[in-house]
């Protein structure tokens, strides 16, 4: 079993940056794979990037492609999520996710993940 704890959000004007971060605890995140999910008011929780338990294999949605990047550090138990060039529509709260797999594949879909933060919120003002 692993918790998961989401830091790094909070208010930036678009265009600006912020680095997200989620500790694990319990078990290594080289054991999962993992996913960055975001949820804004009255909308489904969504899947934002994803990688596989090696980092080798990563999967980035149209919207963020090109200014989100997912990274792991193992020696911190942490993922990070590294959001740059910010647009007043990513304002959402993030949510990171881990599934025990060692596919080779990222997990995509949302009800295959096992665990979850309690999610951080990102505002991104025009």
């Known amino acids: 079993q692993v918790q998961l704890v989401e830091s790094g959000g909070g208010l930036v004007q678009a265009g600006g940056s912020l680095r997200l971060s989620c500790a694990a605890s319990?078990?290594?995140?080289?054991?999962?794979?993992m996913g960055w999910f975001r949820q804004a008011p009255g909308k489904e929780r969504e899947l934002v990037v994803a990688?596989?338990?090696?980092?080798?294999?990563?999967y980035y949605a149209d919207p963020v492609k090109g200014r989100f990047t997912i990274s792991r550090d193992n020696a911190k138990n942490t993922v990070y999520l590294q959001m740059n060039s910010l647009k007043p529509e990513d304002t959402a709260v993030y949510y990171c996710?881990?599934?025990?797999?060692?596919?080779?594949?990222?997990?995509?879909?949302?009800?295959?993940?096992?665990?979850w933060g309690q999610g951080t919120q990102v505002t991104v003002t025009s």
């Open positions: 996710a881990a599934d025990w797999t060692y596919s080779n594949n990222p997990t995509l879909g949302r009800e295959e993940y096992d665990y």
């Open positions: 319990g078990r290594t995140v080289s054991s999962y794979a």
């Open positions: 990688d596989n338990w090696s980092g080798s294999s990563t």
